[in-house]
């Protein structure tokens, strides 16, 4: 292997001159260039964003700056090879059986790269003439939101390309309209969308793009120039791509219709951007067109809307230091198969809004939830059932292979069994139903003819052959004779050469090189060099211990050999074009089938779930109710469950009181670790699996719907996300204060923890008011100022609750047991002694706490609730949130400086008050 390798770069090394010519004539400053270096350039200069990968027999060459970015990036050796105007060439190669894990690495550090082949056979360019250089073009560009490999996708995982339009607003006051448009090559999904600036974030967050293009324009444009920025994957691009003009006809192009009216209807917007996306996969595609659905329109409000900071926080389907273990997802995955996985991960990033929907969903849940028998026939089925959808995919873009079209042939196998079971399922819910008939869509003549064709075991390559069947096709069995009657003949010729020249050691061998040759040791090699031998054997090559020759018999031979052989692997690849016809001409059939199999996957491992769970259906209606009964989270309680601890359910019940119409909002209070934020956090998975349509972790819930979710957990709490800074925390909750309207649910975790106590509490009591008078919405505000349960006594739809704690000798013991009322005290004191702070600190602690008690906080914030006037009676003055609080206090400060009035001493005593002030600004 090693050697093999080693003499591939030798051709390299030979091929770098390829075409190079002593009498070519000299570049100006006297130096040449060669054919292979003009060519290279020129297919460089054609894509100068991508990293070339330029095809030199076995290895993928770079070569320049590319070369120094890449062997830094994959810590490869960079080499000098050959000049170029007088200068080395920096260049390092990758092979290419390794070519696919490079190309991994490098797309996952954010690079792009260009594939450029041989596009023909060396030995055809040499004969067009000594100087002429091997025809070679890029034939894919390799971007990390158009991949379709296996070993470049996570099987799990949707990979979306996403393309973000923006209309101008007509009107300075008028807000301007995005659109996106999201596409998985490796899957065909596509859909549309649409939202203003305020939702656009959450609207990316929500589908995750492994790559994102916008405009140049829109990508430098002062209004959502910072969201790119905190984005990694956006990758701007010329505006051509989102003409509006031509949207309609290249998106028609490419589906091959006359008008895209048979979609539905689309704005101007979406078309462009559903025409950018489409555009873009045929220029990285090289024209071709991986089979792609109709683009489907997702209708704004139809979704629940989370921001990218509550889906962090939440830990939906990532934890916080970004692993699927750990978080909703992971603990919630029951299913069999990739595109159920994939499909999950989808319904759980975009609840519905839709109670009918939900009820759909729900019923499908419910269906197999009852019927275990039911349940075990088609997780059996489904187990069996490849990656449908990814393997299509491959095989009409070209890329695919024998395993490809075995994927095929078991997917629709499991299909057309799955269908004949649940035809047989009395009672079967609409999607049931459905899902039903689109397993049996694609029929069952392609899973035979696959069957027929395919052999049992199969190469991952096409050009390895041997994948056909025996049997299947007449002239291929009849080539594969011929070539393994002509081995069988060498193996006589072997054994007669050794008889004849008494040789028993005489092999004969083949390489890629030489082709078929006699080999014997160097001490036999000098009989064969005379006579009479050296009639029949011809010198070929000498190595250390052995010699090598032909014979003419040999050669014939080897030619009827060779020519059998091309043969049986030309018609096997043609039969494999012929199968993959048939597939892609059953595209959309097959789709169909693929897509029913997620479905049920989803379906049967949510009842799974529910069963072994034990959760229940939700009541999911319109309406502001909330009523969660014995709820649990669903992580913490897995995680405990392998600990062997219970975990304690709770309920909650933010539903208006009798006579109002706006939900409640529960102050929750307890020392640390009592299991408030746990309690929160249930709450609202609890929504999100109810409106993803699953089953909850509950005895019961209500659950009125809600349209968006909030979740804040304050600075001091959150150093996982390692951004504790107080002015995040702020601008976090001024976008909640902002935009939270009736039907959101807010989850509110210690907000206000990360300034002084005194600051902290007014904000966190304004916080509470602001939210009750004025967004009126359901929340839950867990928070360690007990003061804020003096709120409840004028804040009708405020209710405190509390988390149980028992004290026992000295010691605190939480039972995690939320119930109405608010904590006396914090127990922090007890806290610190359980985590072992030294006792002669601790008793210290303990004295100041009395002192400090004795002035008692606690009666008066009941003061000040007498005192201040009720929040919806203050003037409510509109916020400018570009402002920044603390700047305008440094305004005036410099303003009341007048420099020529100044001594130095007084001008550097100014100047140090001014960086106070600005520090303070900071915090
Ligand atoms: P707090 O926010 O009040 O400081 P947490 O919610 O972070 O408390 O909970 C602390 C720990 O207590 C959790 O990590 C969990 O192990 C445990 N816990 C919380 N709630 C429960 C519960 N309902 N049942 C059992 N254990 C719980
Ligand atoms: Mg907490």
Sequence with gaps: MVRGVTQQRLETEIAIGEGADPALPASDNGVRVTPMMEQYQAIKAAHPDYLLFYRMGDFYELFFADAEVASRALGIVLTKRGKHLGDDIPMCGVPIERADEYLHR??????????????EDPAEAKKRGPKSVVRRDVVRLVTPGTLTEDTLLEARSNNYLLAVTRARASSPDAPSRFALACLDISTGEFRVSQCDRLALAAEIARVEPSE????????????????????????????????????????????????????GSFSRLELAAAAACVTYVERTQLGRRPPLSPPTRETVGTTLLIDAATRANLELTRTLTGERRGSLLGAIDRTLTAAGSRLLAQRLSSPLTEPAAIARRLSVIDR????????????????TAPDLARSLARLVVGRGGPRDLAAIRDGLVAAAALAEHLERAIDAPTELIEATAGLRRPGPAISAELAAALASTLPLNKRDGGFIRAGFERSLDESRELRDESR???????????????IRGLKIRHNNVLGYFVEVTQQHGDKLLSAPHNVTFIHRQTLAGQVRFTTTELGDLAAKIASA?????????????????????????????????????????????????????????????????GGRHPVVEQALLRDGGPFVANDCDLSPPAGETSGRIWVVTGPNMAGKSTFLRQNALIVV?????????????????????????????????GRSTFMVEMVETAAILNQAGRRALVILDEIGRGTATFDGLSIAWATVEHLHEVNRCRALFATHFHELTALAANLPRLHNATMR??????????????????????????????????DAVIERAKMVLSELEAQDRASSARQLIDDLPLFAAIPRTKSRPNEAPGASALHTALASIDPDDLSPRQALEALYALKLAAAKTEE
């Design 689 to 721: 699996l109810a409106q993803m349509g699953s089953f909850v972790p509950a005895r019961y819930a209500r659950i009125g719907v809600v349209d968006r979710l909030f979740s804040r957990v304050g600075a001091a709490d959150d150093l996982a996300r």
């Design 805 to 838: 704690v028992k004290e026992w000798r000295g010691d605190v013991v939480f039972l995690h047991e939320v119930m109405a009322g608010a904590a006396d005290r914090s127990y922090g004191i007890q806290v610190a002694k359980l985590a072992g702070l030294p």
């Design 106 to 119: 490098l797309i996952a550090l954010g690079h792009r790269v260009a594939v450029c082949e041989q596009l």
């Design 368 to 383: 197999f939830a009852g019927d275990p028998a039911l349940r075990g026939e088609v997780r059996d089925h489904l187990a």
């Design 212 to 263: 994102i293009i916008i405009s140049d324009a829109l990508y430098s444009d002062p209004d959502v120039a910072s969201l790119w920025r905190g984005l990694s994957v956006v990758a701007p691009q010329s505006r051509d791509l989102f003409d509006a003009a031509t949207a309609e006809r290249r998106l028609s192009d490419y589906f091959a219709v006359a008008t895209t009216d048979a979609f």
């Design 565 to 629: 052989a091309d043969r049986a692997a030309a018609i096997e690849l043609e039969i494999f074009e012929r199968l993959t016809q048939m597939v892609t001409a059953a595209c959309d059939a097959i789709k169909e089938a693929a897509s029913a199999l997620a479905v049920l996957d989803v379906a049967v491992g949510l009842a799974t779930l529910a069963v072994d769970g034990g959760y229940v259906r939700p009541e999911v209606v319109s309406g502001p109710d909330f009523v969660v009964t």
């Design 488 to 502: 069988r003949v060498v193996a006589e010729l072997q054994a007669r050469y050794a008889d004849v020249t008494g």
